[in-house]
Each structure stands twice: as structure tokens, then as C-alpha cells.
């Protein structure tokens, strides 16, 4: 599991069951229940890593489709209308994807 010795497994598992119907994802309330809110800067680094597929230093719009698949590989992907919710919320300087400063200020706040 890519978020093992950062998450627990458990909330992991809590976290996915609530958001298993489509057009239930609410990203504060999956970062609480995940664990992730709580957690230090440097650890919301790492998961940001996990998250940034592709490496370029931004969570685009693809990554944040498949997002809870970081989590469980059989994770439903996001619907149009809530990766686009939860793009506009990260999304801060407009710029159509997620650094992680941005990511950091999305998961703490």
C-alpha cells in the first residue's frame, strides 16, 4: 500500500467506505477521517508525493480523477463533478492543478 507506515490502514478503510457512492466525495471530511488533516507538514509532503503520479510537483486533474485509488487500487475514480469541486477548492492560484503547498493548505484547513 502506497500510504503504509503513513496512514493506518483503518482509516484508510473508514475513509474509502464513506465516499463509496458516487458524488460523495467530500475531500475535509476524507482527510479527517483518512487521518491526514492531523498530521505534520512533512507528512503531508509525503502523501502528496504518493498522489503526484506522474512526478511533475502538481496534482493535475487526471491524478485527482483517480485520487482515492492512492488509497485502495479498487477505489472508484471520482466523478466529473467532484474532481472539478475538488480542483476548485486546491486550485488557489487559478493555475488548473494542485502544488503542494496548496495540497498542504487544502488537507490542514
Given at each position: 500500500m502506497?500510504?503504509?507506515g503513513i496512514l493506518s490502514d483503518s482509516d484508510i478503510?473508514?475513509?474509502?467506505?464513506?465516499?463509496q457512492a458516487a458524488d460523495s466525495f467530500k475531500h475535509k471530511e476524507f482527510f479527517a477521517k483518512v487521518?491526514?488533516?492531523?498530521k505534520s507538514a512533512e507528512v503531508v509532503k509525503q502523501a502528496f508525493a504518493v498522489i503526484d503520479q506522474d512526478k511533475s510537483g502538481y496534482?493535475?486533474?487526471?491524478?485527482?480523477?483517480?485520487?482515492?485509488?492512492?488509497?485502495?487500487a479498487s477505489a472508484r475514480a471520482l466523478t466529473d463533478k467532484e474532481t472539478q469541486a475538488f480542483l476548485q477548492a486546491g486550485d488557489t492560484d487559478g493555475d488548473?492543478?494542485?502544488?503542494?503547498?496548496?495540497?498542504?493548505?487544502?488537507?490542514?484547513?
Amino acid at each position: 500500500m502506497a500510504f503504509a507506515g503513513i496512514l493506518s490502514d483503518s482509516d484508510i478503510t473508514a475513509a474509502l467506505a464513506a465516499c463509496q457512492a458516487a458524488d460523495s466525495f467530500k475531500h475535509k471530511e476524507f482527510f479527517a477521517k483518512v487521518g491526514l488533516a492531523g498530521k505534520s507538514a512533512e507528512v503531508v509532503k509525503q502523501a502528496f508525493a504518493v498522489i503526484d503520479q506522474d512526478k511533475s510537483g502538481y496534482i493535475e486533474e487526471e491524478e485527482l480523477k483517480l485520487f482515492l485509488q492512492n488509497f485502495s487500487a479498487s477505489a472508484r475514480a471520482l466523478t466529473d463533478k467532484e474532481t472539478q469541486a475538488f480542483l476548485q477548492a486546491g486550485d488557489t492560484d487559478g493555475d488548473g492543478k494542485i502544488g503542494v503547498e496548496e495540497f498542504s493548505v487544502l488537507v490542514q484547513h
